[in-house]
């Protein structure tokens, strides 16, 4: 079994700080990483994917990968109340299937 | 209008009733997949389909069956509904063309509750 694991939290930060959140991996060959972001009640929305070891930044966000560790993060930074939400990290495998194996994520609490 | 479209968003039903959840989309993607979502648990896959005539088991299909009636839509099935499958379902696409990400496009979700 492929697993994805990440702390379910909640990560609980004041507004304005950076929010870290982590991801490991079982499958060494995993080729895609990506995060989404749920608001409760709400569909997933992709927020970043990577693909290549090292940091990849999108406005107030940072995906960093080190696949030696197996592991994936996610950074937030200035993080607003709007940020609150649960943060999924998916993988998809080795052998070319494509199809993602998702964590159960992250809450994240951003409190003014 | 969404481009992936779910019915019903919210459906209340009794143990052993035949329950179809519907998934169509506009994205013009070959892949579908269904989900289902519990608290605590994140998304589990139940079936996936790559193109009209390829249909694949997930990780829990038990209990469930899908249609893949076209392109454009992927129906769920429960024959015989169970309190336990009572969750969040979520269809979502994704494209499998040369330039394919991996990404997932979701639907708003279906409510079912088995009672």
């Known amino acids: 079994q492929k697993e994805v694991e990440q702390n379910s939290g909640p990560l609980s930060v004041p507004e304005g700080a950076i929010a870290s959140l982590n991801c490991t991996y079982s499958?060494?060959?995993?080729?895609?990483f990506f995060w989404y972001r749920q608001y409760s009640g709400k569909s997933p929305e992709l927020i970043m994917f990577?693909?290549?070891?090292g940091d990849k930044e999108d406005g107030r966000f940072t995906a960093q990968l080190n696949k030696a560790s197996q592991y994936v993060s996610l950074l937030i930074r200035d993080s607003q109340p709007s940020d609150s939400a649960t943060y999924l990290c998916?993988?998809?495998?080795?052998?070319?299937?494509?199809?993602?194996?998702f964590g159960r994520g992250t809450s994240l609490i951003v409190h003014p | 209008d969404a481009d992936v479209t779910q019915t019903p968003r919210n459906r209340i039903t009794k143990t052993g009733k035949r329950i179809m959840l519907e998934c169509s989309q506009t994205?013009?993607?070959?892949?579908m997949y269904w989900y289902r979502q519990d608290p605590g648990l994140g998304l589990r896959l139940i079936y996936y389909?790559?193109?009209?005539?390829?249909?694949n088991k997930g990780e829990i299909s038990d209990g469930y069956s899908v249609s893949r009636q076209a392109q454009a839509k992927f129906s769920l099935s429960l024959e015989s509904a169970i309190p336990n499958q009572t969750a969040l379902y979520f269809c979502?696409?994704?494209?499998?063309?040369?330039?394919?990400?991996?990404?997932?496009?979701f639907g708003e979700g279906s409510r079912l509750t088995v009672l």
């Open positions: 994205k013009g993607h070959d892949r």
């Open positions: 990577i693909y290549s070891n």
């Open positions: 499958d060494r060959g995993s080729q895609s």
């Open positions: 979502a696409t994704s494209s499998g063309t040369l330039f394919f990400t991996g990404e997932l496009f």
């Open positions: 389909s790559f193109d009209v005539k390829d249909i």
């Open positions: 998916a993988v998809t495998p080795s052998g070319g299937s494509y199809i993602p194996t």
